[in-house]
């Protein structure tokens, strides 16, 4: 407790707001992955390439699923006007649990085919386990929403450790255990209620228990676009492992999915940082150009200073502490883990400028993007992986570094053009 205040006396004292919100996502992921790499290193001395394999199938289906709660709703509660808020709040409780139940049905059903199709059956029990959890997150995702609105980050960050936290450590002790690929599945099914505690603690709002329709129509008007966008992210983050465990066998797709989480386990969070803490900041200063224009621009220099080191060092580190941690039979995967890590390094530029396009309503040209990419990225990893797991490797790491660049350039410059002749048009 004493460490905790001290952290939050130093970041109070920041002035820059997306500077103090990813100091405390940022020295949230910092905590989470120090935690992740005790549960990483039992992991990989007691399961198997193979189990690892099992792992990656399940993780890669239920993620598949779980993006669709990445909906747009929670986006568009952050973004819409007050006095249109708390008809929305009402609307999406009931909208996201009609979605819930919907994909928890639709997991359980796709673990029969997704076990054909890796002709293990090994894998429907846990697919359908992990369904459970989403039976879980209507309770809490509007306070979640409007805790983001707030910009409370450290309610977020602080939240996200407690969760990410026990569900490393019950997964450490699950592996000690020989609970084998179990291990890895349980705890997701333990975290939850620690989420919904700290969601419903943090924010007074509560439903009103009457079923309303009102507002379903713009909130999935405006939420398409995103989950298409979260959609193909998602379809990228996991072709690889779609394609490497169908093509190479599952022991290749578990050294590979070892070394794309040990290299990019900590920057995917801090990514994801990214995400979270500028959408809100933007959305409040976008009623002024100039600040506007020195939120977005403050933040890509946040990035560079904050994200841009961390991923340099981990990967000039990796053939020194791969071994030395993780033990010796993962000294092979060390190549695939410094290029999958570098790639690292364009992704949040790329979600800025995502952000910034949020923000003005223009999700549409989000998605046309990500279509773009994601076919760009396909066609890269199908050459890439004529070159085994090493090449799909350098597949993901020469489409982020060439592609993201020019597309956090080109939205960047358009945005502010169209509002700059926009606020020229209007001044007499």
Not at 89 to 109: E, G, T
Not at 242 to 266: D, K, Q, S, T
Request: net charge positive; charged share 10%.
């Amino acid at each position: 407790m004493n460490a905790f205040s001290s952290l939050s006396l130093k970041l109070k004292s920041i002035n820059n707001p997306f500077a103090r919100d990813m100091g405390w996502l940022g020295s949230s992921q910092i905590v989470n992955r120090f935690t992740r790499l005790a549960a990483t290193v039992v992991l990989a001395r007691c399961l198997s390439p193979h189990d690892y394999g099992l792992a990656a199938i399940i993780m890669t289906t239920n993620e598949f699923v779980r993006v669709f709660m990445r909906n747009g709703i929670g986006t568009r509660l952050i973004q819409v006007d007050e006095d249109r808020l708390e008809l929305l709040c009402q609307s999406a409780y009931w909208l996201n649990w009609i979605l819930f139940i919907a994909l928890f049905i639709l997991q359980s059903l796709a673990a029969f085919p997704v076990a054909w199709f890796y002709n293990d059956t090994q894998l429907i029990l846990p697919i359908c386990t992990l369904a459970a959890t989403l039976l879980f997150l209507p309770i809490a995702l509007i306070q979640n929403a409007l805790i983001q609105r707030q910009g409370k980050m450290w309610v977020i960050a602080l939240s996200d450790t407690m969760h990410v936290t026990t569900e490393n450590f019950s997964s450490l002790g699950f592996a000690l255990a020989g609970f084998g690929v179990w291990a890895i599945v349980l705890p997701r099914l333990i975290v939850p209620p620690i989420w919904i505690a700290m969601m419903l603690r943090h924010h007074p709002w509560r439903p009103k228990w009457h079923f309303t329709t009102k507002g379903w129509g713009e909130l999935m008007t405006f939420g398409r676009s995103v989950l298409g966008v979260e959609l193909l992210n998602t379809l990228r983050f996991n072709l690889d492992y779609l394609l490497v465990g169908r093509f190479l066998g599952v022991e290749a797709l578990g050294a590979y999915f070892f070394a794309f989480n040990a290299g990019l386990g900590l920057s995917l969070g801090l990514i994801t940082s990214v995400k979270v803490a500028l959408l809100p900041r933007l959305c409040q200063a976008r009623s002024q150009l100039d600040q506007f224009r020195q939120v977005y621009f403050k933040s890509l220099k946040t990035i560079t200073w904050f994200f841009v080191p961390v991923v340099l060092l981990q990967a000039s580190l990796a053939p020194f502490y791969v071994p030395l941690v993780f033990g010796q039979q993962w000294a092979t995967a060390v190549p695939i883990l410094v290029l999958v890590c570098l790639s690292a390094i364009p992704r949040p530029f790329a979600n800025a400028a995502s952000q910034l396009l949020l923000s003005v309503d223009r999700p549409g040209i989000d998605l046309a993007w990500n279509i773009l990419f994601t076919g760009l990225f396909t066609c890269g990893i199908l050459i890439g992986v004529q070159g085994q797991s090493l090449g799909v490797a350098i597949a993901v790491l020469l489409t982020h570094c060439i592609c993201l660049p020019l597309f956090t350039i080109w939205a960047t410059r358009f945005v502010f053009h169209r509002l700059a002749t926009a606020q020229t048009t209007i001044t007499p």
